[in-house]
């Protein structure tokens, strides 16, 4: 085994249909306020409570973005993981997230390509029982044999 494979989640070669991967983090304050200096995403309703309150949320939310963003950790890290490549998201998001919501980030392989060596995955966010975010990705995940010989 090369140094290079070692680094590397699953290979496409270990895909299944049905198989899945989960993370779960619970949202803080200090992410908050992080996202939006990292983005510029100011908007009041994430960080000014007196704003908030006033918004058909009852008070400030999460960044829809940052609760989107554990699924990549969920892909680059779990399934498939290392030297997966992110094509593409879609998201709906269904429920807002506050400081101190735990999410549970779920991707669960449903199709593979294998001459484009393509995996789609339904990618959905919890909060306890209730759906905050359900989406779909698509990566390109390497073959074993690429990796082998590097």
Do not use: C, W
Request: proline residues 4%; hydrophobic residues 45%; aromatic residues 6%.
């Amino acid at each position: 085994m090369s140094n290079l494979e070692e680094l590397h989640g699953l290979f496409f070669e270990d895909l299944k249909v049905g198989q899945t991967a989960i993370y779960a983090r619970t949202i803080t304050e200090t992410d908050i306020v992080l996202f939006a200096g990292i983005t510029g995403d100011n908007n009041p309703v994430h960080i000014n409570e007196e704003f908030a309150a006033n918004t058909m949320f009852s008070g400030r939310i999460a960044h829809g973005m940052l609760t989107a963003s554990f699924i990549s950790t969920v892909l680059g890290v779990k399934l498939p993981g290392p030297g997966a490549i992110y094509v593409s998201q879609t998201v709906r998001f269904k429920a807002p997230v506050r400081a101190g919501d735990t999410l549970t980030v779920r991707a669960t392989i449903t199709d593979l390509v294998p001459e484009k060596r393509r995996a789609t995955l339904s990618t959905v966010v919890t909060v306890g029982n209730k759906t905050v975010l359900e989406g779909e990705a698509v990566v390109i995940v390497p073959l074993r044999s690429s990796v082998a010989g590097a």
